[in-house]
């Protein structure tokens, strides 16, 4: 990073003009101060020689001093002086990073103590703490590719989840680093930040290579690639279950070494590559990289802007112009008064007055109470419909929710109404909802979900001779026989089948089973392989 002198100059250099007014000041307050001057016309020079009083030689300052160093500093604040540049609007003040973790047998060798994977997680948590509340996701590959986490900030919960992995919990073996690349670019493509992504990995595939340098050739104003090379170039035998060894079909042992030729050659195609290093070198050099990315593409960004930093000047100004009140200098009272008199406020705004109001926006002082949890006073105070819904969601009042969100004719205002509708159980009029909300946003995942879900809540017509059916065997439970035993008639009761979607009761039964974050995973990266392979 450059030093801030370097960058240092002023975003209005034109307003330093006005400096200027400070040497004519002098001039005229030195004319008019020269009373020889004034009146030599009038009076005998041998006669006023003897008039006037010579005044002491001892400087003090004097209200002209005041004047021109307030022009001074005035100036240079309005000139704008600044080093820093602005951040776009929305954006995080840590550039967003996905990491690409194999998780392909091989991430299992020993040349790494104690393996390659564990001293990989070992690598990713050290790079969390660098990050500092950075916005990070994860996601895994073998033969298949699948998110662990998307973007947060939470280490807590990422850590949960990085501990869990191991390589026994991908469905699909082989390594397809070209399919995670394409996954993790669709899933980047709504992303306002340009991020990174950094692939962890003992090698990348010849045939992926292509797929690297089409992606680098065509998004390096957008996306940038990071790799780090886990392993050793001597290799390492692959553990596997039972703390044994990984063989060919001749009963070898296979030794798994890191590919360094085809790190290599990710330089030809400006994607920087890395090995792991014992130290934190190789962490430090992935956030410097990660943030440069960021800046680098901001910078080419013409709505970047440079931070005002002339505000800073206005404490200096308003110390100085205390001394304006000093006994024997010139106060104007009349305007004075009238000044306060205009910034009175009325007796009904003092009732209401609020020290955030000085501060804070109204909308400001809302997100304030609802990260506090006073749901309800942030609700009085958003004035953007959607965050007053939310406010108002949270305390409780669907109704008032409902009528919030109704005001915006947005996506976002559309897909909330169908959750609240859906709270109050209206489903009819939340599918319709949602569906207003795909309309204007169709590939908006989370509202295609719970339109799915409610339209399956939806009671459905039954058949009136199923109904009939139904009453003679009232509360059988599914695939049991009960028999007749008045009369001794023998009637068997008809057997009721209960007809469930095998997807929906995956689903039901993935909410509620108690499991560890390695099996729901598992279970997870095994349902969507299933999907896919489907599809």
Avoid at 54 to 83: D, N, V
Avoid at 367 to 384: C, L, N, S, V
Avoid at 435 to 444: S, T
Wanted: glycine share 4%; hydrophobic share 40%.
């Amino acid at each position: 990073m450059r030093d801030w002198w370097a960058v240092a100059h002023f975003i209005q250099p034109e307003w330093l003009w006005i400096s200027c007014a400070i040497p004519l000041l002098y001039l005229s307050f030195h004319f008019h101060s020269d009373v020889r001057a004034r009146w030599k016309r009038y009076i005998d020079p041998e006669l006023l020689d003897c008039l006037i009083v010579s005044p002491k030689k001892r400087w003090r300052i004097r209200p002209i001093h005041m004047i021109s160093i307030l022009i001074a500093l005035g100036a240079l604040a309005m000139a704008g002086p600044t080093w820093r540049r602005e951040q776009p609007p929305f954006t995080e003040d840590k550039a967003p990073l996905v990491i690409a973790l194999d998780l392909s047998p091989t991430m299992n060798a020993i040349d790494l103590d104690p393996t390659r994977i564990e001293r990989t997680k070992l690598k990713l948590r050290d790079l969390l703490k660098v990050r500092n509340g950075g916005r990070t996701a994860l996601f895994v590959y073998a033969g298949s590719t699948h998110m662990v986490l998307p973007f947060t900030t939470d280490n807590s919960l990422f850590d949960l989840y990085l501990d869990s992995l191991s390589t026994s919990l991908m469905p699909s073996a082989g390594k397809d680093s070209a399919k995670a690349l394409q996954t993790i670019e669709d899933f980047l493509k709504d992303e306002p930040v340009p991020g990174t992504i950094l692939f962890v990995t003992d090698g990348i595939e010849s045939r992926a290579l292509s797929a690297f340098r089409q992606f680098a050739s065509h998004n390096e104003d957008r996306n940038d690639i990071l790799v780090i090379g886990v392993g050793t170039s001597r290799g390492g035998p692959v553990r596997t279950s039972g703390n044994r060894f990984l063989n060919d079909a001749s009963g070898r042992r296979i030794y798994a070494k890191l590919d360094v030729n085809a790190l290599r050659s990710l330089s030809s195609m400006d994607i920087s590559a890395t090995t792991l290093t014992l130290d934190d070198d190789d962490i430090h050099w992935v956030q410097r990289r990660v943030q440069h990315h960021l800046q680098a593409v901001q910078q080419r960004d013409s709505k970047t802007r440079w931070i005002n930093e002339g505000y800073w000047l206005t404490i200096p100004i308003a110390v100085i112009a205390v001394f304006w009140f000093r006994k024997g200098w010139t106060v104007r009272w009349t305007s004075t008064a009238l000044t306060i008199a205009l910034l009175i406020p009325s007796p009904a705004e003092i009732l209401n007055f609020s020290w955030l109001d000085l501060w804070l926006t109204p909308d400001q002082q809302g997100r304030y109470f609802y990260e506090k949890g006073e749901y309800q006073k942030a609700a009085g105070h958003y004035q953007d419909p959607i965050w007053r819904g939310l406010a108002l969601a949270h305390s409780g009042d669907n109704e008032g929710a409902l009528d919030a969100f109704a005001l915006s004719d947005s996506a976002e205002g559309w897909y909330n109404q169908g959750n609240v509708l859906a709270q109050l159980r209206r489903y009819p009029e939340a599918v319709q909802a949602y569906r207003q909300a795909l309309a204007q946003r169709p590939a908006w995942h989370e509202a295609q979900e719970n339109l799915a879900l409610i339209q399956s809540l939806i009671a459905k017509p039954k058949d009136k001779d199923k109904d009939e059916e139904t009453e003679d065997s009232p509360n059988l439970p599914p695939d049991e026989v009960k028999f007749d035993e008045q009369g001794k008639k023998g009637k068997l009761a008809k057997i009721q089948q209960l007809k469930v979607d095998p997807a929906k009761m995956a689903e039901i039964w993935m909410r509620n089973i108690q499991t560890t974050p390695a099996d729901f995973l598992r279970l997870r990266f095994a349902m969507q392989a299933a999907q896919e392979r489907r599809q």
